[in-house]
């Protein structure tokens, strides 16, 4: 089993960038699919972004579709989140996680960071 620890998280102002990485720890982190997803209080959990192992394919959701892009490097066993253009609205904890491709749910999850935008 894979294990996440996400980081990269802080208070940016409004139209200001972030970039979130996840560190995975285990051999098999290659063969991965990995989300990012996040949680804002008192809301549904959301998924962001979602990149198979390879990196040939990716997922945007439409709330951050052209303003955050993922990412890998099987080598450093890490994903990244690159966040720009960020709102008010983007707050909330942000989590890694990896499934296996064939399966349908994330089995493993990241503890979170937090990221926070000031208007």
């Known amino acids: 089993q894979v294990q996440l620890v996400e980081s990269g998280g802080g208070l940016v102002q409004a139209g200001g960038s972030l970039r979130l990485s996840c560190a995975a720890s285990?051999?098999?982190?290659?063969?991965?699919?990995m989300g990012w997803f996040r949680q804002a209080p008192g809301k549904e959990r959301e998924r962001l972004a979602a990149?198979?192992?390879?990196?040939?394919?990716?997922y945007y959701g439409d709330s951050v579709k052209g303003r955050f892009t993922i990412s890998r490097d099987n080598a450093k066993n890490t994903v990244y989140l690159q966040m720009n253009s960020l709102k008010p609205e983007d707050t909330a904890v942000y989590y890694c996680a990896a499934r296996m491709p064939s399966a349908r749910e994330y089995s493993a999850w990241g503890q979170g960071t937090q990221v926070t935008v000031s208007s």
């Open positions: 285990g051999r098999t982190f290659g063969f991965y699919t």
């Open positions: 990149i198979t192992w390879s990196g040939d394919s990716t």
